[in-house]
């Protein structure tokens, strides 16, 4: 019966009954439009689901204006005045609605026209579906979906609710579709469903989630080694379809697994955990099992954690981000320059939380973040450059750069731009870069080294001894310098054998005329050490913990004078061209008194520092401090 006679013999009254009674029995919206009237009859359900007031409503043009999504509203308005002139009779529009929680939700609107005894449109009568919603079933793999396992699962008595969810995904599918085409890889979603039902036994149920992902509802197994067994036939008997196959596809599947009692904690977070769990496997490699684990959830929560902290920070003027700075000095005990150090502080209800840069610079990586706050990194280690060479004129900064900012052709460019916006002399920033961050000399990487060596930037290997050290390696990075990673330095300080595994690396690097920078000196005799087999550079904790630059101005450079030796070459070392310290004692304080080169002033960083220990009085260019009793 058409629309058209069965609103003849029911009034418009008898007709709302009627979606009352139908509505019920099925998942669509119907609906009654008056356009004479302007008024709405629909059912109870997109009541509850959109953002509508009641079942029926007068106003209707306000109402549905207010439910449809603002960029639908054109189009919508534009099917009803063709309705209203007669020049369409059937209603069929993709649209979105406003759903209760205020977001867009895609539908489909259908709809015929019924006209008055003059032939003039008067009511449109049809039905709504959400066509973004989960299918019950899925044709290809010939399965039950999602909406149906829930169904199944709450339907069981809550006593019988035990056993497993087990999460199955076919690896690497998308490689099926790329060599063999869609049709294909569609009839491998069917025989692999079919391959996991044969597998099946009473209280094992399969359904389909996406694409290539399967869900078993295991209420059968008792153990996680019945689970394995399970999961073992189904590999075997996906070996033997594919022998049958003569081997046009060689694939394998994985296995997360969670316990049915997740479900306890909500439908939402069951799936998480599921999901978690098959990506798990996965990562461990093509035919893999993973059984979930709390504490590797937790793990993965504070991974996503910190990466929008990340996230936050880098938006936010790089709020929660700080360059820190660990002094270098050469064989001579002399400083060199300093090495930037990027950390991170987390913010968060409990406080601020200083995250590990093991932490948190994978997922600048990962997530592509490390290219802007690289940037900032490198900014603020020139500007820090600038002011420490105000007194000490050959200081330069080591900065950290990772393949991924390498990849983009304009690092080179944006390290050029800090040097000449700081008035650095090219020499003055050295780029460091750990072996383990690239593989080979690509195209790339070696555009980058030729731009540094065309403008005089150092640059330095980073942890060398952590990945793939050789002579030809080193040869063809063709460093200025190399730096020992600080675990190797302290093995070579507690074995004889390390010891001389470190020796000889040294002498290495040296042949090529490469120099080296030791990492991790902790202790003087390691120093020592180190000058007997003549290596270039040291960095450590003996020397200074990386800090903050105004800790780095006020104390790491310029401790307190403890006596004429150690007075002259901290003298020596800030203004590079003082006299001999006269000091002489005056009882149980000490008078030290310097020439300093006209008009060079002192950093106001060190007059704080050593105004708490010395009275200070400059005359001409004499300065002389004295011991506070």
């Not at 056993?163 to 025989?191: A, P």
């Not at 203004?575 to 008194?593: C, H, S, W």
Request: hydrophobic share 35%; with cysteine.
């Amino acid at each position: 019966m058409r629309a058209f006679d069965a609103y003849k013999i029911l009034d418009e009254r008898e007709a709302g009954s009627l979606i009352d009674l139908i509505a019920p029995c099925m998942d669509d919206y119907l609906y009654i439009i008056d356009l004479k009237n302007d008024t709405l009859r629909i059912s109870q359900s997109a009541v509850d689901r959109f953002m509508l007031p009641d079942k029926f409503m007068n106003d209707a043009t306000k109402h549905l204006r207010t439910l449809v999504y603002e960029k639908d509203r054109k189009l919508l308005e534009n099917h009803k005045r063709k309705i209203c002139d007669g020049k369409e009779k059937r209603y069929n529009v993709l649209c979105r609605l406003i759903s209760g929680k205020n977001l867009p939700v895609w539908i489909n609107c259908r709809g015929e026209v019924i006209n008055d005894n003059e032939g003039k449109p008067h009511y449109i009568i049809g039905c709504m579906n959400e066509t973004g919603t989960r299918q019950r079933a899925d044709n290809i793999s010939g399965l039950l979906g999602e909406k149906e396992m829930a169904s199944y699962i709450y339907s069981q008595p809550k006593e019988k609710l035990s056993g497993y969810f087990i999460q199955i995904g076919i690896d690497d599918f998308g490689m099926i579709n790329n060599v063999h085409g869609q049709t294909y890889g569609n009839y491998i979603l069917k025989r692999v469903a079919e391959c996991i039902a044969d597998c099946l036994s009473g209280g094992q149920k399969i359904y389909h989630l996406v694409t290539d992902k399967y869900m078993l509802v295991d209420m059968l197994s008792k153990s996680h080694d019945e689970v394995v067994q399970l999961f073992k036939r189904i590999g075997e008997k996906i070996d033997e379809f594919i022998v049958d196959e003569n081997y046009k596809s060689i694939f394998s599947v994985s296995a997360g697994v969670t316990d049915i009692s997740t479900l306890a904690e909500g439908a939402v977070e069951c799936r998480k955990k599921s999901d978690f769990s098959l990506k798990c496997a996965k990562k461990r490699g093509g035919g893999s099992i993973y059984f979930f684990e709390a504490e590797d959830y937790k793990a993965s929560l504070r991974k996503n954690t910190i990466l929008s902290a990340l996230r936050s920070a880098t938006v936010n003027d790089f709020e929660g981000f700080e360059v820190y700075y660990q002094p270098i000095l050469d064989s001579a005990d002399r400083i060199i320059g300093a090495e930037a150090l990027l950390r991170f502080f987390m913010h968060s209800d409990e406080g601020d939380e200083m995250i590990s840069p093991v932490e948190f610079i994978p997922l600048l990586e990962e997530s592509r973040l490390i290219i802007p706050v690289g940037e900032f990194v490198l900014n603020e280690a020139a500007k820090m450059c600038r002011e420490m060479q105000q007194y000490i004129a050959d200081f330069r900064v080591n900065i950290n750069v990772s393949y991924i900012q390498i990849m983009r052709e304009s690092m080179a460019n944006k390290i050029l731009s800090a040097i000449k916006a700081n008035n650095l002399r090219p020499e003055s920033i050295c780029i460091e870069m750990t072996e383990s961050g690239f593989m080979d000399m690509t195209p790339c990487f070696c555009s980058f080294r030729k731009k540094l060596d065309e403008n005089n930037i150092q640059f330095i290997i980073d942890d060398f001894g952590t990945g793939y050290s050789n002579l030809r390696y080193i040869s063809e990075m063709n460093p200025d310098y190399v730096k020992i990673d600080k675990d190797f330095t302290a093995m070579a300080m507690r074995s004889e054998k390390d010891h001389e595994l470190f020796r000889k690396i040294i002498e290495m690097v040296h042949s090529v005329n490469i120099k080296i920078c030791i990492e991790g000196i902790e202790k003087e005799e390691w120093a020592c050490a180190m000058k007997e087999i003549h290596v270039d550079y040291m960095q450590g904790y003996l020397y200074g913990r990386p800090c903050e630059k105004d800790a780095f101005l006020n104390k790491e450079y310029f401790p307190g004078v403890t006596d004429k030796k150690n007075a002259n070459e901290i003298f020596e070392r800030i203004f590079k061209r003082t006299e001999k310290l006269n000091i002489k004692a005056l009882g149980d304080r000490r008078q030290i008194t310097c020439k300093i080169p006209k008009k060079k002033l002192f950093p106001k960083g060190l007059q704080r520092e050593l105004s708490n220990t010395y009275w200070m009085k400059t005359c001409s260019r004499v300065t002389s401090f004295r011991t506070k009793p």
